[in-house]
């Protein structure tokens, strides 16, 4: 079985500073992995994903997340962050045949930027 | 548009009352699934369908049923909820294509059982 644990359930940031939202996972397969953002009062939009080739994986909205394998990491980052990237953002990781492409989740991170 | 969409997006029921929440998906994918989402729990399979009339249990199925009689409509149906059940509930699709794996949501149904 797969779990994701994101470590910070809050991030406070203000607007134009860098933001890193942490994310390890535990698998005994290789896995794939994903960063997906809720907006208030929204569902679930995709940001990011690693399904394989390079660790350093570029994103919407200008996010990208890195893939450490030996860490078990896949921590999200942004240089340079706006107020309308007030959400929460979730890590989730999926390995192959799961059934149904079922993801596994983490606990989520709420992000607000502050002026 | 492709899109997956939910009704009703509000809903307040009381201990036991019989309730549906719909979904439906138009890109005709063949992976459906149910998620809920509590604070600090992130969010949880209750039940998926791999196609018509292929469903099985995900993490959390206790007190959820669903159906999946046609490919773009898979249903949730609480037959008697409780108030443990108040959350917020999200259809998801995904196609079989390999190398896709990505979901789509839908915009959540947030439901409270008095």
């Known amino acids: 079985a797969q779990s994701v644990t994101q470590l910070d359930s809050q991030v406070p940031v203000f607007e134009e500073a860098p933001v890193e939202l942490r994310c390890n996972y535990s698998?005994?397969?290789?896995?794939?992995l994903f960063w997906y953002v809720q907006y208030p009062n929204q569902g679930l939009q995709l940001l990011l994903k690693?399904?394989?080739?390079?660790?350093l994986v570029k994103g919407i909205n200008g996010f990208e997340a890195e893939f450490n394998k030996s860490q078990t990491s896949f921590h999200l980052r942004k240089p340079s962050v706006h107020i309308s990237d007030t959400a929460e953002y979730f890590c989730?990781?999926?390995?192959?045949?799961?059934?149904?492409?079922?993801?596994?989740f983490g606990g989520g991170t709420r992000v607000l930027v502050k002026p | 548009e492709a899109q997956v969409t939910q009704n009703p997006r509000y809903l307040i029921t009381v201990t036991g009352k019989k309730l549906t929440v719909t979904c439906s998906q138009n890109?005709?994918?063949?992976?459906m699934s149910w998620y809920r989402q509590d604070p600090g729990l992130g969010l949880r399979q209750i039940y998926y369908?791999?196609?018509?009339?292929?469903?099985d249990k995900g993490d959390v199925p206790e007190g959820y049923k669903v159906s999946r009689k046609e490919k773009r409509n898979f249903p949730l149906i609480l037959e008697s909820p409780s108030p443990n059940q108040t959350s917020l509930y999200f259809c998801?699709?995904?196609?079989?294509?390999?190398?896709?794996?990505?979901?789509?949501f839908g915009p959540g149904t947030r439901l409270t059982v008095t």
């Open positions: 998801a699709s995904s196609g079989q294509r390999e190398f896709s794996y990505e979901q789509y």
């Open positions: 698998s005994s397969v290789s896995v794939y």
């Open positions: 690693y399904l394989s080739g390079s660790t």
């Open positions: 989730a990781v999926s390995v192959y045949g799961a059934a149904g492409n079922k993801l596994t």
């Open positions: 890109m005709n994918h063949e992976y």
């Open positions: 369908s791999m196609n018509v009339e292929v469903t």
